[in-house]
């Protein structure tokens, strides 16, 4: 089994395995090639320039897994819902209305997007590494959709859940058997890992994940535990919500920079940590990326490990850094605790 695999599944490898949050996109110029000729839409929708996309950094970098290209938007225009990138992905009609959520529709599983499952099989033919699929959590998803898009502070979504709870979790209900019918599909196509993005949990407190997000996100990783492959699950901003995400039965942990990982280990008892460098880090001089990373290698040594970003890679790194930061972490060797 590969050396991510094996992490993933809550062994100490050797040495730890690397992938990087957002490893293709816009800091890469054969990203930015293709970004001249064809539309956001156009790249995740094309299975050959998806599966291209995806295998970019694999091949320039030599990382120990792949991750999908496509976005967490991805399932969400078959639900009946219109979305422009902008870069950020902006919707046409926010949905706030009962009558809005009642609208829309749950597609069947092959109907979501026939085009990542092909991609998928495009890139399994050609991946040395293993893939791993994605997909947004509910929270996460409802986030943009009653939201409109990328915002501050996110104030309509955080009203929403206090002024009609009941149509959140009618528009959550419909968002959760959504992501189990997507990401079922993209194990029975090949990912051999799924993430699930709750990019936006961190914003609420552990009351209202409890209600709004806990459920849900349990749903759908029970219900994927029949294919075997590891799940995975980041929230960002989130330490004050480990008393609740410890509970989820997933195996793997994505954990943001602003704690050491020795002092998230005890809080995840039995997962897997990944992370969880400040992909700023990435935009300062290599001696400085290599004390950092090697700073969180060491932090990571009481178990298992796979090495990453704390959040995506920003846009402005330069890719010399991230070749020299798997050099690094590739060179680290944590037998003496394995
Ligand atoms: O990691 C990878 O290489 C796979 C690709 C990937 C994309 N989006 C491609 C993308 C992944 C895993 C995502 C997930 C995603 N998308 C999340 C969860 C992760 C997170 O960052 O918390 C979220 C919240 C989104 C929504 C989204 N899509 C945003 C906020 C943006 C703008 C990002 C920016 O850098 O300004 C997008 C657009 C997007 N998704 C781009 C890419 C490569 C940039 C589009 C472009 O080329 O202009």
Redesign the pocket.
Known sequence: MSLFLRAAHGHNTPRAPIW???????YLSE?RAL?EKYT?WELCRTPELAAEI?LQ?VRRFGVDAA???????TPLPPMGLEID?A???VFKAPVRSAEAVADLRVPEQDEIAPFVAEAIRLIRAESPVPLIG?G?APL?LAT?IVQGG?SKDYDEFRQFLRYAPGTAHALLEKLTELSIRYLKMQLGAGAQAVQV?D??AGLHDARLYREFAKPYNTRIFEALAEFGAPRMY?A?EALHLYGEIKDLPCEVVSVDWRAPLSQVRPLLPGKTLQGNLDPAVLLAPEAVVRAEAERVLREGLGGPHIFNLG??IM?QTDPGRVAQLISVVQAFDRTGVA
Do not use: C
Request: charged share 15%; net charge positive.
């Open positions: 990087i949050m957002r490893q293709a996109g816009r990203y970004k956001f995806t950094p991750i999908l290209f496509q976005d967490i938007m990138f870069p950020g992905p994605f947004g996460t943009y990328g993005f990019s936006w980041i960002v959040h995506g846009r």
